[in-house]
């Protein structure tokens, strides 16, 4: 019977520490500049980060894609996620961030163009909040700095859901 007890009553607070866990996990993302603001994803979709080299236009393409480039011996559909995310387009895009293939249902080799490649950082799951309205579609969440909002995307949501 005692040992019934101590099993029972780990139950509960088990439960409790898997809450404390999610709010307090952590995860790391890759931060990066589109239009003067700063945006992330997380870090597991990323497989490197390359300067903009030629991209070469792909007629009746899709307006957020910019185009393919052959990268390593695979051809890489390059993405503006300016276009997909309704940014201003201030800035010209230096840097591409290249994403797993298998992160993509089709297995897809893409690249976004970014302007800038600020860093990779450890996000607390309790700093992100929902998406404002209804672009969860696009948007994981906010991330709540201290001095400034960063606005958490994911990549498989925006080219699957514009594709």
């Known amino acids: 019977m005692s040992n019934q007890q101590p099993t029972a009553a780990a139950a509960p607070r088990s439960a409790a520490a898997d809450d404390g866990e999610e709010t307090a996990r952590e995860i790391q ?9 700063t945006y992330c994803v997380d870090i ?14 792909v007629p009746n393409a899709p307006e957020f894609v910019e185009g ?18 309704n940014v201003d387009a201030d800035a010209e ?23 800038a490649v600020h860093q990779v950082d450890r996000v607390s799951m309790a700093d992100v909040e929902d998406p404002p309205m209804d672009r969860g579609e696009f948007i994981k969440g906010i991330v709540r700095r201290e001095e400034d909002l960063v ?13």
Request: proline fraction near 4%; avoid cysteine.
């Open 151 to 163: 606005v958490w995307v994911t990549p498989t949501k925006t080219v699957g859901s514009s594709a």
């Open 68 to 85: 393919v480039m052959d990268l390593r011996g695979r051809t890489t559909s390059i993405v503006d996620p300016k276009t997909l995310l």
């Open 29 to 37: 993302v890759l931060e990066f500049e589109l239009g003067g603001e």
């Open 44 to 57: 597991d979709y990323v497989s490197e980060i390359v300067d903009r080299g030629s991209v070469t236009p």
């Open 93 to 115: 895009a230096r840097r591409i961030v290249i994403f797993d293939a298998e992160s993509f249902e089709d297995d897809a080799a893409v690249g976004w163009l970014v302007d």
